[in-house]
């Protein structure tokens, strides 16, 4: 073959190839082989101790800052909203500043905790002053916001939306009024224009802070919007635990778990985690990587299922503040009473199994000053006793009404028996006061898809001085 052979010949393959390029348009796996790199940060705030939770922001920052990462998105809760206005905008300054040290764009989607008012809680509340303080100070930031917080923008060809799903103030899609919390027409109309107007975006990815679809009539109108477009993700936060919900029409739905705020007591896989994340985008493949912020080994999506009913375990243990008045233990001398006569006893009343599946339960005292004595599951309270002590509950035992918000069990219709009981005494060489803590650890595990998970609470009485 001659040199100008030759020269036509690649000539005509570099025209072949860009020809094919344009026909295919840019959502082709051809043309959109960008990879976008993109830090995601969970929430901060319900929690006693703000500036611990900053702390622990500032070092999910420094990881996210090696990362590689063009911008970060923050699913919402900075702060805390109750405060005082001064207050509020010293903790808007300190924590972007913390933002600031990624180096990168970040963004922001409202939480309940940026933009709910002081007490007293009102659903729906017409008390806007924090929304309104936080759009002043955020405005500061993203010049794109207008009048509203829900707001979008544009990184290496991919379009982000960053939805406010706190219009109707102290609601929730999971907790409390559900039938409340719902995107405004307002807010639909500008996402549907947003979204046509980015068709041709590489890829579609949506921000939001309360994953609003666990109420899913209020939901569905902006899921069918979404799956008309190139929409590859939905991304919440709220919950301080991580999860998969899988895809629902080719749209990715999970959540974050918390950076700094209150976080769940029991296995990590169960929520007792600290993390950030980074999602790549290549092409409209998503992926999503949890980087645990004590340096462990990686962290994995939960899925949905197993979230849930970590949830109710959580729901039920939440009723151990009942412990308390349950159990009155007096000090005479150096002896312990359950009244002036009756020697010391502990029992474990507000406990049920509030899943379907089979759950262990284990309980554990607390500190050395004091000894058990006898301890036992009450006989029939159990499935069984298994080699480990611990009492295996049916499914649905003890529980009255179940779902993932709440839990009652059946001494809502008639007083329940002891689940476990025991005598209690001082340990040898130890001495106790009035106002020492009694305490029992208790814990509930299952075997869920991906392993064991467990749920872990303190139910805690108090020494009085016998009359």
């Not at 030759?6 to 026909?23: A, D, E, P, R, W």
């Not at 499935?383 to 839990?407: D, K, M, W, Y």
Request: include cysteine; glycine fraction near 8%; proline fraction near 6%.
């Amino acid at each position: 073959m001659s040199n100008q052979q030759k020269t036509f010949s690649l000539k005509f393959s570099i025209y072949t190839c860009l020809f094919v390029l344009l026909l295919l348009g840019p959502h082709s796996d051809v043309a959109a082989q960008t990879t976008l790199r993109v830090g995601i940060i969970g929430d901060q705030s319900s929690t006693t101790n703000l500036q611990q939770s900053y702390q622990v922001l500032e070092k999910g920052v420094g990881i996210l800052a090696k990362e590689n990462i063009s911008c970060a998105l923050h699913t919402g809760d900075l702060l805390e909203s109750s405060v005082a206005p001064p207050d509020f905008r010293a903790q808007f300054a300190q924590a972007t500043g913390i933002l600031d040290k990624l180096g990168r764009p970040w963004h922001l989607t409202p939480g309940d905790h940026d933009v709910n008012p002081p007490p007293p809680f009102v659903p729906d509340s017409k008390d806007r002053s924090r929304e309104e303080l936080y759009r002043e100070l955020y405005r500061q930031r993203e010049p794109r916001l207008t009048n509203t917080l829900n707001h979008s923008f544009d990184v290496s060809g991919y379009h982000f939306i960053a939805l406010n799903s706190q219009e109707h103030l102290n609601t929730d899609p999971r907790w409390g009024v559900v039938f409340l919390n719902r995107i405004s027409p307002q807010q639909f109309d500008w996402l549907k224009d947003d979204l046509a107007k980015h068709r041709n975006a590489r890829g579609i990815i949506v921000f939001i802070h309360q994953p609003m679809w666990y109420y899913w009539s209020n939901w569905k109108p902006v899921h069918e919007l979404l799956r008309q477009y190139p929409v590859l993700a939905v991304i919440g936060g709220h919950f301080h635990y991580d999860q998969d919900e899988g895809k629902l029409d080719n749209i990715r739905y999970v959540v974050v778990g918390a950076t700094g705020g209150i976080i769940k007591d029991g296995s990590r896989d169960a929520g007792h985690v600290q993390h950030v994340t980074v999602m790549t985008i290549t092409g409209r493949e998503v992926n999503f990587r949890l980087i645990p912020l004590e340096g462990s080994s990686p962290l994995q999506f939960t899925p949905r299922v197993d979230m849930d009913r970590v949830q109710a375990m959580a729901s039920v243990l939440d009723g151990l503040f009942e412990f308390g008045t349950q159990n009155s233990i007096c000090l005479k001398g150096n002896q312990l009473f359950s009244n002036k006569t009756e020697p010391a006893k502990l029992s474990l009343v507000p406990v049920g199994n509030p899943i379907e599946l089979v759950t262990a339960l284990t309980v554990e005292l607390q500190g050395n000053k004091l000894s058990l004595l006898s301890p036992h599951f009450v006989t029939g309270a159990c499935e069984q006793i298994t080699g480990s002590g611990a009492c295996l509950l049916a499914p649905g035992a003890r529980v009255a009404l179940s779902n993932t918000s709440s839990v009652d069990l059946l001494s809502r219709f008639a007083p329940l028996p002891p689940l476990w009981e025991s005598g209690l005494a001082i340990a040898s060489g130890s001495t106790v006061a009035v106002g020492d803590p009694v305490s029992l650890k208790i814990r509930l595990s299952f075997q869920g898809s991906q392993g064991e998970y467990f749920v872990e609470g303190v139910a805690t009485t108090t020494i009085t001085a016998c009359p």
